[in-house]
């Protein structure tokens, strides 16, 4: 046994013993040993690491009470348990399979008020003032509450001071997160909403979902009573920014932050939950600057701003604008991506509350889902429990266009957790559709005259934008090529085969009705995970001939800056359809099948602009490299 161990079963036993007051002589004689043996063995135990500092646990498997435990300079903290006996452990159990090493940390909750094991301790041998502490944790969908008094996940300890103080990262309430003041002499604890509901896209009684999610905290201990900083980000949504908070930095002397407990205690657990793990993995800690979630480029403390850095920083009022950047409601007539001169913005949408009616929205106006961390302020949230159709309260909502055009940009930003599998299957989820004049205000999606639909498709791990095209109410017959026949038909596979258009499958279906479809999905760059990413699609009507439709409209795509899907032999009316135009939008988030997991996706800053094809569309970067 190291001698680690013998000075921890040493405490361990001494603070036993102390409820038995016959035994304060001998109390005193293993509080003399354990000063004894602290003065003469320089022990790693008490060692502390220096920052930078992380951990993806890529140790021995480790259980505590039972092992010796050597991982990162990381301690044992307490020997106890949960009300089933569970012990904190280091295991592959938990591991996050996103990061690094094999291995995560096991914190066990059990039923009721404090019942768990007993976390896991990192000291900072520089005790510094400021720190950024990011960690990835998964709640199970067993883990449900009674009430969610407090869940204190993180412990970050201050130094030096008379008497020990605090700060507590925790889960508050049904909705809440609260990075929680202990042992100071004010109270007014950093707070903000997007906690267990927004995270977990349920409520407390219904349990965790059972996947990985980023947190990451930055704290800076305050030298004048209003100048220390709290913001707290979860799955990159800041739900928590205070830059005046008295840390008692300058009225209790907290100069530092000692050291760092990972798993502690909590009210008020169900009893139907019994005992469950909760798991942390991918630790960090800097004292530079902000980490970001896995795969990002570290932040530094004050980066050089600019109008095209994806951040909100120098004197900008939004991401990239505002201050000394072009005004946040203005734009380059000239897309950079596209190189297409935009003329008017047709619709817009940030979704910074749910007053759906109020901004020309119909059908399903009860619908719900704004919430915070958006790219810009909030943003539309679409979670789906496994089985379901259709995200929580969230149903179809649609709106006119300002225009109607034959030819357009739709611009949003995206952003996927990191369990998103879609339906799992080769169709769906439908997501975002456009619409013909010549549909109805209430037009079945399925059944339309020319309908546009933008989304995603899972494939071998990857997330692939695709566009599918669908009239149904045009096609004639099932499978055959009426080219030559008729300009009375779909345009798309059931009556013009797909390969003509530049699609890369095509669907046939009888339904009552031919259910034609063709598909552009040729899989060359993937949407990343847990990032907001921007999708720019550009659409030009075809051409017409005396009655002839030319096999020459245009269909792009950027993931960001990067083009994904390029045709510009796409036929999207037959020579008896020619003025046909898009002039509605729908958003109706739908799997058909069910989703196969419980999984989150956003949706932000979405609009549409008529444009004017100036011929210098821009050809991909060079140096891109795309993702197969």
């Known amino acids: 046994m190291t001698i680690s161990k013998i000075l921890t079963n040493a405490f361990e036993r001494t603070i036993s013993d102390m409820v038995n007051l016959k035994k304060i002589s001998q109390c005193i004689m293993f509080l003399q040993i354990i000063t004894m043996l602290y003065l003469f063995f320089p022990i790693s135990v008490f060692a502390g690491v220096n920052l930078p500092w992380s951990t993806t646990y890529d140790c021995p498997e480790f259980i505590q009470g039972s092992d010796d435990l050597n991982c990162d300079g990381l301690q044992e903290a307490g020997g106890w348990t949960d009300s089933c006996g569970n012990h904190e452990q280091i295991t592959s159990a938990a591991n996050n399979p996103s990061g690094g090493g ?10 009721g008020t404090n019942s768990n094991s007993g976390g896991l301790n990192l000291t900072l041998s520089e005790q510094p003032n400021e720190i950024w502490f990011r960690w990835y944790m998964r709640v199970p969908e067993g883990l449900s509450w009674d009430r969610l008094n407090y869940d204190k996940l993180i412990y970050i300890y201050l130094h030096p001071t008379s008497v020990d103080s605090e700060i507590i990262l925790e889960w508050a309430g049904g909705d809440g997160f609260k990075a929680a003041k202990q042992g100071m002499l004010t109270t007014n604890s950093p ?30 201990i305050d030298t004048n009573g209003s100048n220390g900083i709290m913001e707290m980000w979860i799955d990159d949504r800041k739900i928590i920014d205070e830059h005046n908070v008295d840390w008692g930095g300058f009225t209790q002397g907290n100069l530092g932050i000692r050291h760092i407990l990972i798993g502690s205690n909590q009210e008020d657990v169900a009893a139907s939950s019994g005992c469950q793990p909760v798991d942390f993995d991918d630790i960090a800690i800097s004292s530079t600057g902000r980490i970001g979630p896995l795969g990002s480029t570290p932040i530094t403390t004050d980066p050089a701003p600019t109008c095209s850095d994806g951040v909100q920083n120098g004197d900008e009022t939004g991401i990239d604008c505002g201050g000394s950047c072009l005004p946040c409601n203005s734009y380059d007539p000239v897309d950079p991506v596209t190189g297409l001169m935009k003329q008017t913005q047709i619709m817009s949408e940030s979704f910074e509350n749910n007053s759906w009616s109020s901004r020309g929205w119909y059908d399903g106006t ?3 889902g704004t919430a915070l961390g958006g790219y810009q ?4 949230r679409w979670t789906w429990t496994t089985g379901s159709t259709r995200p929580t309260g969230f149903s179809t909502i649609r709106r006119v266009l300002d225009e109607s055009v034959d030819e357009f940009l739709i611009e949003y930003y995206v952003k996927h957790d990191t369990g998103w599998q879609g339906s799992g299957l080769a169709w769906h989820p439908h997501l975002i559709h456009v619409l013909s004049s010549e549909d109805t205000a209430y037009q079945g999606f399925a059944g339309s005259n020319s309908n546009l639909y933008f989304e995603s498709i899972v494939s071998n791990g990857k997330n692939y934008p695709v566009i599918h095209h669908q009239d149904l109410v045009r096609a004639v017959s099932g499978t055959n090529d009426l080219t030559e026949v008729t300009e009375s038909r779909s345009a798309n596979h059931c009556d013009t085969p797909y390969a003509l258009t530049g699609a890369t499958s095509g669907t046939c279906y009888d339904s009552g009705g031919w259910y ?30 005396s009655g002839v439709a030319n096999f020459d409209g245009i269909m792009k795509l950027w993931v960001n800056d990067s083009l994904a899907i390029d045709s510009n032999t796409v036929l999207y009316a037959a020579g008896a ?31 549409i602009w008529s444009v004017q094809d100036t011929g210098n569309t821009i050809d991909p970067p060079s140096g891109v490299t795309l993702v197969n």
Do not use: C
Request: glycine content about 12%; aromatic content about 14%.
């Open 366 to 368: 009860d619908s719900t």
């Open 577 to 607: 359809y020619e003025g046909a135009t898009w002039d509605k939008l729908a958003l109706a988030p739908w799997i058909g099948d069910g989703s196969p997991v419980n999984q989150t996706m956003w949706l932000d800053e979405l609009s």
């Open 191 to 220: 707070t903000g909403s997007g906690g267990w509901a927004t995270t977990m896209g349920r409520s407390i009684y219904e349990g965790g979902d059972g996947q990985w999610h980023y947190f990451e905290a930055h704290i800076k």
């Open 102 to 111: 094999g291995r995560g940390q096991r914190h066990w909750y059990g039923p």
């Open 516 to 545: 034609s479809a063709s598909t552009w999905n040729p899989k060359t760059v993937a949407i990343p995970a847990n990032v907001w990413t921007k999708i720019t699609a550009y659409v030009k009507m075809n051409t017409f001939s």
């Open 377 to 380: 302020g909030n943003a539309l």
